[in-house]
């Protein structure tokens, strides 16, 4: 398993594929945190992974950033027959995707 944290308190956590790849976001995927989080997908997208599990239950907020970091690697991933898996949204999180039709983009479980 690896791990980003950063001095803001933003965690991405990387469990191993089973057999998925699973990315644990926790605390607030803004502009600040975007980068970071977007080089944590290329790295299971290089690895040759289809099919990535990002883990959200424990994130507290997403902006425009963190919105953009997903839809980018969801094309890159669909460009490879691959998905991008949203898990655990919260209602406050899901109805911002809601608001921005991007539920139809992203398999949500």
């Known amino acids: 398993m690896t791990a980003h944290d950063t001095s803001r308190g933003f965690r991405v956590r990387r469990q ?29 997208l290089d690895e040759g992974h289809r099919r990535v599990v990002v883990d959200c239950s424990a994130m507290t907020f997403i902006d425009s950033a963190g919105l953009a ?7 890159r991933l669909e460009a490879h027959d691959g998905v991008l898996v949203l898990r655990g949204l919260s209602p406050r999180s899901r109805r911002i995707f809601e608001i921005t039709d991007l539920v139809r983009l992203f398999e949500l479980d």
Do not use: S
């Open 16 to 44: 191993p594929a089973d057999p998925a790849p699973v990315l644990a976001v926790a605390g607030e995927l803004d502009v600040y945190e975007a980068p970071g989080f977007r080089n944590e997908l290329e790295a299971i």
């Open 69 to 75: 970091a997903l839809v980018d690697m969801r094309r």
